[in-house]
């Protein structure tokens, strides 16, 4: 119906007939006599007016349809059913997996299929005091994580963590997420955080203090962690009494400071069970037990094992959004073959953080750990921490940190920390 000038040919028709008529009715000088000259301008002055009038109204009806059509394109065709949608399987969330329905792949809208979620989050961080042991410039950028979030198709997901330095660029995570898997499996496959403990699947940002636990440094590979490249393959275990989730992974066995593989078959291996349940409509109790085993840096034929329990308490009123309360605790059991023998090792924090204010929070952690190449070495820790939430979109944080090392040194430091976040991040697992 666009760009068309004139009516369809019976319109023509009906329009002709109307104008003769009228010119027939409108001109009786023509039957009294009058000039020919004047009664052709008389017809000639009509027919110009019947014309703009007949244009005006068609191009009005033109502009209608235009409208109609635009909005036709927006909405859709007449009758058209939704964007089908595919739920996530039940359990994905928990697993580290994507958050509410899968749209397909063809009715996703445009700007989702061509643009994942983008998100870039900062960590500056200042270190105020004398640490002999473990030395800190004054001020750094952290980090710099950079992500990219988008789900693939109806059958997968993609979540790739890029972290910026200065000492250059690695690869956080990056993995892609098959949620809907025969009999109710989720798996995930690329470089990932190894589900061992609470802390270790956090990333930076997320773990309400401006460092990690002496645990994480001792036991599990420092500030990055147990993170590998392999395959995790979890399940909801079905039961009346409470949510149950058992996970099985497999990896390269390099995972810095912690497995080494001599060869293609020293692969790790890491399993962890999960278990939540609300206590009341204002506290729940997270418990968990982890395992993980792999070849270390001794040579071939030494292995490494961990074994690791975490329990996490919730308290949040339902009536009071400003008041909350956190405990968590974590130990950690290692056992490290060396030619001397098997070194055993031990490790836990226990920590509370507690909201007093809309954007206040405050809290307390205590660290002992021993070091499983020399368990006679041991580092304990004690910190106190204030954060304030300017918004949902960044955190100032400070932090008072004593830590006692084995080398018989104390360090007094006090850490600033600034987090700041843009785009589209999506939510951490629970």
């Keep these: 119906m666009r760009g068309f000038t004139s009516p369809p040919g019976p319109r023509r028709l009906t329009v002709a007939v109307a104008i003769a008529c009228s010119l027939a009715a409108r001109s ?5 006599g009058n000039e020919p000259d004047e009664v052709l301008a008389s017809l000639r002055s009509e027919l110009e007016a019947l014309r703009a009038e007949y244009a005006a109204r068609l191009a009005a009806l033109e502009s209608r349809l235009a409208a109609l059509e635009g909005d036709a394109d927006l909405a859709g065709p007449t009758g058209a059913a939704a964007p089908e949608e595919m739920a996530v399987p039940v359990g994905a969330a928990g697993a580290g997996g994507p958050q509410g329905p899968l749209p397909v792949y063809g009715g996703a809208p445009a700007s989702k299929v061509f643009n994942p979620d983008i998100s870039l989050i900062g960590n500056f961080l200042s270190v ?21 979030q988008a789900v693939v198709d109806p059958y997968a997901r993609a979540d790739f963590f890029f972290a910026y330095s200065e000492e250059g660029v690695e690869i956080e995570e990056g993995y892609v997420t098959f949620p809907s898997l025969p009999g109710g499996f989720l798996a995930k496959a690329g470089k990932l955080r190894a589900s061992f403990g609470k802390v270790n699947t956090l990333h930076t ?7 990690r636990p002496i645990l994480t440094q001792n036991f599990l590979g420092g500030d990055e962690g147990l993170a590998d490249m392999g395959l995790s393959v979890s399940r909801l275990i079905p039961n009346p009494w409470l949510f149950l989730e058992a996970t099985g992974e497999v990896f390269r066995g390099t995972s810095e400071g912690v497995f080494e593989a001599h060869e293609k078959s020293d692969l790790s291996l890491g399993a962890r069970l999960r278990s939540y349940v609300d206590l009341s409509d204002a506290t729940n109790l997270e418990l968990g037990g982890s395992f993980a085993a792999g070849g270390n840096d001794v040579g071939p034929g030494y292995s490494t094992r961990l074994i690791g329990a975490d329990a996490s308490f919730r308290w949040r009123p339902l009536r009071r959004s400003d008041r909350r309360f956190l405990a968590r605790t974590e130990l950690v059991w290692s056992q490290r073959e060396q030619e001397e023998g098997t070194a055993r090792a031990f490790g836990t924090y226990l920590s509370g953080e507690y909201q007093f204010a809309r954007r206040w929070f405050g809290g307390l952690r205590f660290d002992y750990a021993e070091r499983p190449e020399s368990p006679e070495s041991r580092d304990k820790g004690l910190s106190a921490l204030l954060t304030f939430w300017p918004s949902e979109f960044s955190q100032v944080r400070g932090q008072y940190r004593l830590t006692r090392y084995d080398e018989g040194q104390t360090a007094h430091e006090v850490l600033f920390q600034l987090l700041f976040s843009v785009g589209a991040h999506g939510a951490h697992p629970f």
């Design 28 to 32: 009786p000088a023509a039957s009294a």
């Design 128 to 148: 105020a005091g004398r640490n002999g042991v473990a030395p800190s410039d004054a001020f750094a950028l952290e980090e710099a994580e950079a992500t990219f």
């Design 205 to 211: 940002h997320a773990l309400g203090w401006a460092d």
